[in-house]
């Protein structure tokens, strides 16, 4: 995706006023119907800037996260694109981040407000543990559904994890070796995509770290579906 076209489509996802003047919008007959809680709706985009720049400070840490998961040696290979060319929706903070001047990837950061319940505080782990789950199914079960790698997985809290095959090639040889083992005494056949890592830095948020992708291989659905 162009930047021309990240810039027309969400001009101003990361401002205060853009969410407010969509609810100053609505009539009070609109308001009185609608059954979600517009004060805690009206706090959002005081929420999303906190959020956007707390990113925006933790820019250096985003890198060395991207060259963990990636297995680079050298954080300075990762480059955190610009604030205006970030993407953002309903749920989630997209960071581009260029790596070695030749390709992208996603930091994909779940918005911590549209996940925080007193009932469920563990929420925004479930989703990140939920698609990266669903990730590693359609890889191992649909390989010709052309769908962005995963490259790496953060929780709240700092546990990570790493696709099995950007670990060492011991690491490798050692989980090989156990599934072959499973399957001969089990019959099991278990295959386990992503390994705990140990995390170079903390982060308060969750995170995904996905392909980024480009024009020429896809457009997304919200270019494509009616608004």
Known sequence: MSNNLKRRRFPSCLSYTHWNTAIMAKTYSELVRDDHNMIIQWQWPRQRAEFANYLTREASAIEQLVAHHLS?????????????????????????VTINDDYRVMFRCPLPYRFNSPT???????????????????????????????????????????PLVHTSWIRRAYEWLRRQMRRTFYNVDYRQPFLPSSSPVLLDTGYLITDFIEPRQGRMLSTKWPS
């Open 72 to 96: 680079l040696r050298q954080p300075r290979a990762c480059k955190v694109a610009p604030r205006r060319d970030w993407l953002c929706g309903s749920f989630n903070i997209c960071i581009p």
């Open 120 to 162: 469920s505080p563990n929420m925004a782990s479930e989703k990140i543990r939920g698609e990266a789950a669903t990730f590693a199914w359609l890889s191992s079960h649909c390989p010709n559904v052309p769908i962005p790698r995963m490259l790496g997985f953060g929780l709240p809290g700092g546990r990570s994890f790493t």
